[in-house]
């Protein structure tokens, strides 16, 4: 079986961060985010911590170097043949060069890349109401899909927050990081064959099963 190694790509609260957690949990794939693992140094206040820390509060992308390294570490501590989704990296284009090098030499590639798409007026309601868990990284919305208890995760009940650029003037500026630096990977992955664009305003439960029929398929070479 080969394992399904995968790039969630789509605009901030487009549910890329809920799907990743479903099918790591259904495939038994690592899922590895870009944003939890940035907020987790800026937390402990690491060198990489506070170097990411202004852009990250500013909504604007970090520095390639710096999360291509984080993220190619990560992957390189995952055991030979693992599954995984990388959720909100590659962010640009040397971003996605820089990811293709680096599994080209581990002498894997990428099996597929998701696009979830949603208009901005949908993204900004659904962010500026979202809520966190700092231990697992599920996501709620206080509106449409709130926890059983107020305040507490589900999944693993740790507490639950909202993220201080979840507000509505950074999500602007998220939006439009997204649109100038990360849109073009829509065409870079569609080049390479690997892109599968899923309607992301979809209830997440058809969302995850149209998922996990797109990694069942490529597992069959379909
Ligand atoms: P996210 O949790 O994916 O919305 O990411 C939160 C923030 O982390 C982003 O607004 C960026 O400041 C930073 N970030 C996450 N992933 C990347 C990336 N691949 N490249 C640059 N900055 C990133």
Request: glycine content about 12%; proline content about 6%.
């Amino acid at each position: 079986m080969t394992a399904p190694r995968l790039v969630f790509l789509g605009p901030p609260g487009t549910g890329k961060g809920t799907q990743a957690l479903r099918m790591s949990d259904r495939f038994g794939l690592t899922a590895l985010s870009s944003g939890d693992t940035l907020r987790r140094e800026i937390r402990e206040d690491s060198p990489i911590g506070r170097e990411a820390a202004g852009f990250v509060s500013a909504g604007e992308l970090v520095p390639d170097a710096v999360i291509t390294g984080i993220m190619l570490g990560a992957i390189g501590r995952l055991p030979a043949g693992a599954g995984f989704i990388l959720d909100g990296f590659p962010r640009t284009v040397p971003q996605a060069e820089s990811l293709d090098r680096g599994l080209t030499g581990r002498g894997i590639g990428l099996t597929g890349v998701i696009d979830f798409r949603l208009g901005d007026a949908e993204i900004v309601e659904r962010i500026i109401h979202r809520r966190v868990c700092t231990k697992c990284g599920a996501s709620y919305n206080e509106r449409s899909a709130p926890p059983a208890s107020p305040g507490v995760c589900d999944r693993c009940g740790a507490e639950l927050t909202q993220r201080s650029d979840d507000r509505e003037d950074v999500v602007v500026t998220r939006l439009s990081a997204y649109r100038r630096q990360t849109a073009p990977l829509v065409d870079y992955y569609t080049q390479r064959g690997l892109l599968h664009a899923v309607d992301a305003a979809a209830p997440a439960a058809q969302i995850e099963q149209e998922l996990a029929a797109v990694i069942a398929a490529a597992d069959r070479g379909a």
